[in-house]
């Protein structure tokens, strides 16, 4: 097993290839801290000629120099302390920024069979809370960090310079501080992860609650979600109290360690004094303010460190995503000329690497042809579906366009030669219009409208106050189920892809529109390869080839005609829903 490493070594290995190239900035910062402890040590010593040489001496001219002097160290010490500031807020702002977008460009190059396994309010928390951890961190406590070391450093080298005997009673607090930091720091480490787990948690229950706000209304069960949420927000408290605790237990002990200090360099400094005349009263008093202006950085670091336990969780989350392997991208391009020859080869397919979910799957789609997917409910024609669009990939056997095996493709290319009007259909919070262009951004407004016109919407969002401009809510839930896929028709007929690959697309629409729909949808796509799923076989009789699947396997293929003729389950099916739709039209 290797070493495991401590917090402050996950954050640098972490961070520091993020703080680089911003480095004229950090130095700038650490230029003004430089300046700024420079101006609080001298200005301490001033202490020492103040009681020494002014107060016992009694020497008012030179009292008065000492107040400008004074004065000019404060204002310099001030406006450095500002700049200092100024120069961290900037270089954390960036670098937050940065690794925030790099996570979320991240994520949604992640593979489909990881983000199937992750909540959505997980993500969500990731990029929202555990950045916003790291934020703080930066922000604040490397501010903190660099001028604590910094004065610490300072006061030190200068306590030697001025005394060495009175800066060596100080020393030892150095290392007794390590040991309570290396004590304390994993457990409070342990519990931020904790609470960031439980945070992440809570924000994906509440996810969970507003998408599903319909359903829970309907079956009355806000109290449940409420029991949940009640829950969930006490586990959080509680384990938020512990950190409290964890953390200022950690802060308490480094007290604990300096105090004592406070006491040993009065006891021995006082009684040098009294026997040998040295140090002398000043010196004394200006070593004390110098021991305060030790303990506050000290102090800081200790608390730095317990927030760097906090941090370090938040660092493991967001990287646990980040070091997560993108898609695997290919090298070819398909060109943009592509025949639509679609083939798959022996392709065994399972979601979970246990149950095969597609069984050896040898499959022909003629370029130019609609080849239509019929079977029972869970048969795996979607999942057939999105091997082509490489949302996932075969375990086994292999998919080709024109010949070639599409795991060499561009995700780009492949994707571009696509167009894909799912199940669900998803709509952004957007206008209508910007929907449409997610389809093609290029798009004028007359090709807009053409395919509106073509997918039997247009007319509907002309009769909308706002027209194209509607903005359609979340998911598109100012709409329709019907008026849904239509838009979902349309952003396909924009896109204009070479290959169409339609899963019910509408299922939802009443007969005539459905009619027109498909009259519009085979004009436009003629000559081109569809691939569409359809429970609705009077959708589909039409089609150059049906494809038959049943428990993941291909049973049947050919005609309409031809499978009626063999009498197997498309006729068995198809029958059925003939009957149905007879029933349904006599009542
Ligand atoms: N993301 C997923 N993770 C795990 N299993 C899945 C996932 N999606 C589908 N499945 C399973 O894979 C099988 C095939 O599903 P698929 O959606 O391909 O069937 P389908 O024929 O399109 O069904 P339907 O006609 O109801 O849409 C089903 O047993 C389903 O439970």
Redesign the pocket.
């Known amino acids: 097993m290797g070493k495991k490493k401590g917090n402050s070594e996950i954050i640098w290995n972490r961070i520091i290839p993020f703080l680089k190239p911003y480095w004229h900035l950090e130095l700038f910062a650490f230029i003004f801290t430089v300046i700024s402890t420079i101006a609080t040590v001298l200005s301490m010593w001033l202490i020492k000629y103040l009681m020494d040489d002014v107060l016992i001496a009694k020497n008012v001219k030179l009292l008065f120099s000492l107040c400008l002097s004074f004065a000019a160290i404060s204002i310099t010490g001030t406006v450095a302390g500002f700049a200092r500031q100024y120069f961290f807020s900037k270089v954390g702002q960036n670098v937050v920024a940065d690794i925030r977008f790099k996570l979320i460009n991240h994520v949604v190059k992640l593979p489909q069979s990881f983000l ?1 396994n992750v909540k959505t309010g997980d993500i969500i928390s990731r990029c929202m809370n555990d950045v916003a951890n790291l934020q703080n961190i930066i922000s604040s406590s490397l501010i903190d960090l660099i001028t604590s070391v910094v004065t610490i450093v300072g006061v030190v080298a200068w306590l030697f310079i001025v005394d060495w005997r009175l800066a060596c009673i100080l020393l030892p607090v150095v290392p007794l501080f390590l040991i309570v930091l290396k004590a304390l720091g994993p457990k409070v480490g342990n519990v931020s992860v904790k609470t960031q787990q439980k945070m992440s948690e809570t924000t994906s229950l509440l996810q969970q609650a507003v998408s599903g706000i319909e359903i829970i209304k309907n079956f009355l069960v806000e109290h449940i979600f409420s029991r949940k949420f009640h829950n969930k927000a006490r586990e959080l408290a509680d384990i938020s109290v512990k950190q409290s605790i964890a953390m200022n237990a950690m802060n308490m002990m480094g007290w604990f360690v300096i105090y004592p200090y406070e006491i040993v360099f009065f006891v021995i400094s006082g009684y040098w004094y009294i026997t040998q005349g040295k140090p002398t009263i000043g010196t004394m008093f200006a070593f004390s303010n110098y021991l305060s202006l030790l303990l506050n950085p000290a102090a800081t670091l200790m608390g730095i460190f317990s927030q760097f336990s906090q941090a370090s969780a938040s660092i493991k989350r967001i990287f646990e995503y980040l070091d997560h392997e993108p898609e695997r991208d290919g090298q070819r391009e398909l060109p943009d000329s592509v025949q639509g020859y679609v083939r798959y080869e022996g392709v065994y397919f399972s ?2 690497g246990q149950k095969d ?1 597609l069984k050896d799957i040898n499959l022909v789609v003629e370029a130019g042809h609609m080849v239509a997917l019929v ?1 029972p ?7 057939l579906t999105r091997l082509l669009m490489r949302l996932y990939a075969p375990d086994r056997g292999r998919i080709t366009i024109d010949g070639i095996d599409i795991a060499e493709l561009t995700l780009k290319s492949l994707r571009k030669s696509i167009g894909w009007v799912p ?1 669900e259909t998803y709509l952004f919070d957007a206008s209508i219009r910007e929907n449409l262009l997610y389809a093609r951004p290029d798009a004028t407004e007359q090709e807009i409208e053409e395919a509106c016109k073509k997918a039997q919407i247009h007319n509907f969002i002309m009769s909308l106050p706002d027209g194209y401009d509607t903005v359609i809510g979340e998911r598109g839930i100012k709409l329709s189920g019907g008026e849904r896929q239509r838009l979902s028709i349309a952003r396909a007929i924009l896109k204009d892809p070479n290959i169409l690959v339609m899963d019910e697309p509408t299922s939802e629409l009443d007969a005539l529109t459905e009619a027109a729909l498909w009259e519009a949808i085979n004009k436009h796509f003629k000559g081109r390869t569809v691939l569409v ?1 359809a ?1 609705r076989l009077s959708t589909v009789r039409s089609a150059d080839k049906i494809v038959v ?1 049943e428990k993941g396997c291909i049973v049947e293929e050919g005609r309409h005609e031809e499978l009626l003729e063999r009498n197997g389950l498309y006729a068995k099916l198809y029958h059925k829903q003939f009957e149905k739709d007879e029933q349904i039209a006599v009542m």
């Not at 409910?377 to 999942?383: D, N, P, V």
């Open positions: 199937i979601y979970d979910v079977g409910t869970g048969s795996g024609k979607t999942t199940q799923v429970h699947m």
